[in-house]
């Protein structure tokens, strides 16, 4: 039996588990998988961790060198995420530079963090125009199955809860950590034949007509929303999926971003 074949099998599967109630993995249609969070598994990272999202794993590393500021923005720090698809994480996924997969699972993370202002790039700056601090996010996918985007944000913000920053390897002084001033929260969620699941795996990604992140913050307040798929979507269910994902959101900070006090 042909891939394609095969796809369109999975597709029908898994449409037909919802239409009668069921999902593939026995899950309720608002029902993550299960979650766990590592962090600082990297002795050479400045801060790290690693996701588990059911199968997907995700892990994070954030690491700080000095260099020079844009010229458009000689007071800030530079922040650059970057993401890696190794051809052992998915059968989908091949060697070579970076494709528009991870391309854009770097720029929905990263638009995350910037929307939500969780950096403050001007303390970044050690001397203007001159000298800065250049954060570096990489996240490497070590297994797939499904719904990278927000395993890849969970990862992120709990690696950036943590740094160190390495004054004493370039001879400078400071605070030794970085503040974060807000815990955005990334929830995808996949509309299939009018039914709306939260936390897609790859047999349900594929068979989506359209999928929608929900990128909101400690307050409730939105920093973002990422929606692919080529079917338009009515404005109920949009505003239904943005409900959802801050409700989703909130249980999800509350359980591994919540700073002790």
């Not at 998988?33 to 050479?44: A, M, Q, V, W, Y």
Request: with cysteine.
């Amino acid at each position: 039996m042909g891939l394609e074949i095969m796809d369109d099998v999975r597709k029908d599967f898994v449409r037909n588990m919802l239409s009668e109630g069921d999902r593939e993995d026995g899950r309720g249609f608002r029902e993550y998988r299960e979650i766990s969070l590592k962090r600082d598994i990297i002795n050479k990272a400045e801060g790290s961790a690693c996701v588990k999202l059911g199968d997907t794993e995700v892990l994070v590393g954030a690491k700080l060198e000095v260099g020079s500021p844009f010229p458009d923005s000689p007071t800030e720090g530079v922040l650059i995420t970057n993401a890696e698809l190794v051809p052992l994480a998915s059968p989908e996924f091949e060697s070579g530079p970076p494709n528009e997969k991870s391309i854009q699972l770097a720029r929905v993370v990263d638009r995350g963090i910037r929307g939500a202002g969780v950096i403050d790039l001007e303390k970044l700056c050690i001397e203007e125009g001159e000298k800065v601090w250049i954060l570096f996010l990489d996240i490497h996918v070590l297994d797939n199955n499904g719904n990278l985007i927000d395993a890849a944000a969970l990862g992120a913000i709990a690696a950036l809860q943590n740094i160190r920053v390495p004054n004493e390897r370039y001879g400078l002084t400071g605070d030794e950590t970085l503040q974060v001033h807000d815990t955005p929260v990334d929830v995808t969620m996949v509309e299939i034949d009018g039914t709306i699941v939260v936390d897609p795996t790859c047999n349900e990604e594929n068979a989506a007509t359209n999928r929608l992140t929900v990128i909101s913050n400690a307050d409730g307040s939105l920093s973002g929303l990422q929606k692919t798929g080529s079917n338009g979507m009515k404005e109920e269910t949009i505003v239904e999926m943005v409900e959802l994902g801050i409700e989703k959101a909130g249980e999800i900070r509350e359980k591994f971003l919540k700073v002790p006090s």
